[in-house]
């Protein structure tokens, strides 16, 4: 028996090693260690032989069944390790396929305007807010100090829309609205800006669109000035445009703010020398500006005498066209590929 049991236990490694799939392996193992395999069987003669006899050969028998085992574990662990390799490598997706085979789009140059000037305006810590285009004449006009009839309503050629009693509903003019949501719906102090769309029955040409863009800016805080204002607008110029740009503020007038101002900048076409897009001025007008108007906090019910703050008030697309040197507006609306391609994002 000693004979056999050193035969079975030679010829294992070789078997096993055979055995090239975890199922094999199983097979393997049954007819080596199994219920009917030949380790088994021969242990069945233990009986027939007298105590030492039974000792000895048990002895064999069990050092047999350890080696056969560790060279089955051995095998078991190498073929599952080739198996999840092999699964790993069915199931690869190969990824650059699917880029290569469609040219990629980019955001449109007013949409990576809009994300460039809130990227700038919230690295100098302010917030951001929107609101709807669709607006009633309360946030329009009323609460900007533009009551119904003033001659101010002039300077906004309105689209009104069909709802309600007649010229209560409208597309808004401008983004000044909004200033009106956040003071009524945030308590000071307030450092926002509101970037959105505006509508007004203007003629399409060079520099206007009926539809473009503006973007809002509103602080109020306690003893905030003319000054504050003036530095926020310049590190705003300098950071958008680079330090080669400078704005100026120029008296104006506008219902809602009170010392109100244009903001201008170097033309960035001639830097400050003189062309025609600059009509030889050397400036660029962007927006307004200027003092929250006391009237505008009364409406929103903030004390006048304890909070103060100014306004702003740029067209969006008009900045877009200053940063890339595009001389006419109607071109970021023509939809050309040709044009929008030369502003990858
Ligand atoms: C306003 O709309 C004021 N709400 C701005 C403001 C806000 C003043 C807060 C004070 C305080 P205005 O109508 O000037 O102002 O428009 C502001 C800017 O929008 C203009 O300077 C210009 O850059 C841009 N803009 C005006 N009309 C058009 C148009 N039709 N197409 C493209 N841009 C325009």
Redesign the pocket.
């Known amino acids: 028996m000693i004979d056999d049991i050193t035969r079975i236990s030679d010829a294992a490694p070789a078997l096993v090693l055979a055995a090239t799939t975890i199922d094999q392996l199983r097979g393997v193992e049954s007819d080596l260690l199994g219920k009917r395999g030949s380790l088994t069987e021969l242990k069945k003669g233990l009986g027939a032989l007298d105590a030492d006899g039974r000792r000895e050969v048990g002895a064999a028998l069990n050092v047999a069944r350890a080696s056969i085992e560790q060279v089955i574990e051995t095998r078991r662990l190498e073929l599952e390790s080739v198996e999840r390799a092999a699964t790993i490598a069915a199931e690869r997706l190969d990824l650059t396929e699917i880029t290569t085979s469609r040219p990629r789009g980019t955001t449109h140059l007013v949409t990576q305007t809009w994300d460039r000037l809130v990227d700038v305006f919230v690295g100098m810590g302010f917030t951001v807010a929107e609101g709807p285009e669709v607006e009633t004449d309360w946030y329009n006009f009323e609460a900007l100090n533009i009551p119904a009839a003033h001659p101010a309503r002039g300077?906004?050629d309105t689209l009104y829309v069909d709802l309600g009693d007649p010229e209560t509903v409208l597309l808004r003019t401008?983004?000044?609205p909004v200033q009106i949501r956040v003071m009524t719906e945030t308590p000071p102090p307030i450092y926002a800006v509101m970037p959105g769309r505006v509508y007004?029955r203007?003629t399409a040409d060079a520099?206007?669109?009926?539809v473009?863009h503006?973007i809002?800016g509103l602080v109020i805080d306690r003893a905030i000035s003319f000054a504050d204002m003036a530095g926020t607008l310049e590190s705003f110029t300098s950071a958008y445009f680079g330090g080669s740009i400078h704005s100026r503020l120029r008296p104006s007038y506008?219902p809602?703010?009170e010392p109100?101002a244009e903001y201008d900048i170097n033309c960035v076409f001639c830097e400050g020398k003189g062309c025609r897009t600059c009509s030889q001025t050397g400036w660029l007008?962007?927006?307004?500006?200027?003092m929250v108007h006391p009237n505008v906090l009364r409406n929103v019910g903030l004390d006048g005498e304890e909070w103060t703050g100014f306004?702003?008030?740029?067209?969006l697309?008009?900045l877009a066209l200053m940063r890339h040197g595009v001389d006419d507006?109607r071109e970021m609306y023509t939809g050309d590929l040709r044009f929008l391609e030369q502003f990858p994002s």
């Open positions: 300077m906004w401008h983004t000044s007004r203007d520099t206007h669109m009926p473009f503006q809002e506008f809602f703010t109100s007008e962007l927006g307004g500006c200027g306004a702003f008030g740029f067209g697309d008009r507006i």
